[in-house]
């Protein structure tokens, strides 16, 4: 009685070097929000993005860099609609 309905539709594709993935929340908006993620010789980039459908417009972006090597990892990541940066180091 309480509870939120809700109600996905998702999707996701997979190849070497690609991943992406789409989802519809029918009673959310509806809401269609989509992630990319591309990497080749270590290297990686990825963004996110939400579209309201009702409102026609984006209400959620975000985007990342990085790398990736045996000893070390590396990224930057500009969430919150590019308004909050993180970056981080893992040395293993």
């Not at 990224?75 to 590019?82: E, F, R, T, W, Y």
């Amino acid at each position: 009685e309480k509870g939120a309905k809700t109600a996905l539709i998702n999707s996701v594709y997979k190849q070497s070097g690609f991943h992406t993935r789409a989802s519809l929340d029918l009673f959310k908006g509806p809401t269609f929000t989509a992630d990319t993620v591309l990497g080749r010789d270590g290297f990686l980039i990825g963004a996110e993005a939400a579209y309201n459908v009702t409102e026609g417009k984006i209400t959620r972006y975000a985007t990342a860099v990085g790398f990736n090597a045996p000893q070390y990892s590396v990224a930057v990541h500009g969430l919150n609609n590019l308004k909050v940066f993180t970056a981080s180091y893992c040395h293993r």
